[in-house]
């Protein structure tokens, strides 16, 4: 089983206690809303995992629904709506195969989920991926957006795809497929370098946790990518 796959099975409540911290400065609501505003949106979420975007954008007019494939996920999910009140849906769902009507969604954001197919499917990840792309485009409303969030990698000063895939399959979303890309820095902030360690290497592994401890590190840098494209009648 491939390492990320195992923690979204089994390791759902530590993966919600890594993402906790991120993004410090608050910077991944306004990059979105700078996009589209997301006020009154019938919102689709992909890959919603334990509710990044949906406790992004909990306010009372916004229609939120979130998918993931892994049941784990959405159960940590469940308990964070729970705790905040959340009016969201959830459902169990591959995001290859949508179970929403067409042209429901005014945005739909997948976030740090499709990339993923990059490694699960070295060979034939831009058919897998093109799957999903058409699938979002088909629930889409006209004159809608969709936003991929996905990582430039953490533990880095600068913007760089983390793996030779994940750079082609952001050049293909920019030049096949017309999205446009945003950089924005989505840095953690943790009480301590020990506390870094702690959060971050089951996630990350051992070379990242090395850098945080030379690094000194409490403030682990990280970058983010939006791409971001409006759907047109004619797509």
């Keep these: ?87 969201w849906a959830l459902a169990q769902a591959d995001m290859r195969t949508l179970p929403v009507p067409d042209h429901w969604a005014e945005v739909v954001i997948a976030g740090w989920s499709i990339g993923h197919l990059t490694g699960w499917y070295p060979q034939t990840w831009r058919s897998q991926i093109r799957r999903i792309l058409q699938e979002m485009q088909r629930v889409m409303k006209p004159g809608g957006v969709l936003m991929i969030i996905e990582t430039l990698t953490t533990g880095s000063l600068v913007p760089v795809p983390p793996s030779p895939l994940l750079a082609k399959y952001y050049t293909w979303l920019e030049n096949k497929w017309g999205f446009t890309r945003q950089e924005i820095s989505t840095d953690y902030q943790f009480a301590s370098v020990e506390q870094a360690v702690a959060y971050t290497e089951f996630f990350f592994g051992q070379d990242l946790a090395a850098v945080i401890r030379q690094q000194g590190w409490s403030r682990l840098p990280e970058w983010t990518g939006v791409w971001s494209k409006v759907i047109v009648n004619d797509e």
Excluded: C, S, W
Aim: glycine fraction near 8%; charge should be negative; proline fraction near 6%.
């Design 1 to 87: 089983m491939d390492h990320f796959q195992f923690i979204y099975r089994h390791r759902a409540a530590d993966y919600h206690r890594l993402i906790t911290p991120e993004d410090a400065d608050g910077n991944l609501l306004p990059a979105l809303e700078q996009i589209t505003p997301l006020r009154d949106k019938r919102i689709l979420d992909l890959g919603t995992g334990t509710g990044r975007i949906p406790l992004l954008l909990n306010q009372p007019n916004n229609q939120v629904v979130g998918l993931d494939l892994h049941a784990a996920m959405l159960a940590e999910n469940r308990y964070q709506r729970q705790q905040t009140g959340g009016q």
